[in-house]
Nanobody, 124 residues
């Protein structure tokens, strides 16, 4: 079992920055990959970024590449999403997720544990 708790969301103006955190507990954190997803009203949940168990490999959606950075601190059982140059279209509920079975990927179906989500709102 893995429990995930996100924090760091909020309201920011376009061009601003936010850093999301996701604290994990339960199963050994360094044994599984992590991902961030987001869901805007009326839209499907979409992949944002993923990071391997060691942090040595990362992958990003084209829409956030160059603006967002995913990282993890296995000593603190925490994964981060640094979001820079935010745009109104980044507005969504952001979820962290753990993939304890398949390795790591971009489909939400590959992730078996989810946090409750944190709201990010970018004003124009």
């Amino acid at each position: 079992q893995v429990q995930l708790v996100e924090s760091g969301g909020g309201l920011v103006q376009a061009g601003g920055s936010l850093r999301l955190s996701c604290a994990a507990s339960g199963r050994t954190f360094s044994s599984y990959a992590m991902g961030w997803f987001r869901q805007a009203p009326g839209k499907e949940r979409e992949f944002v970024a993923a990071i391997s168990w060691s942090g040595g490999s990362t992958y990003y959606a084209d829409s956030v590449k160059g603006r967002f950075t995913i990282s993890r601190d296995n000593a603190k059982n925490t994964v981060y999403l640094q979001m820079n140059s935010l745009k109104p279209e980044d507005t969504a509920v952001y979820y962290c997720a753990a993939d304890t079975k398949t390795g790591w990927g971009t489909s939400p179906y590959e992730y078996d544990y989810w946090g409750q989500g944190t709201q990010v709102t970018v004003s124009s």
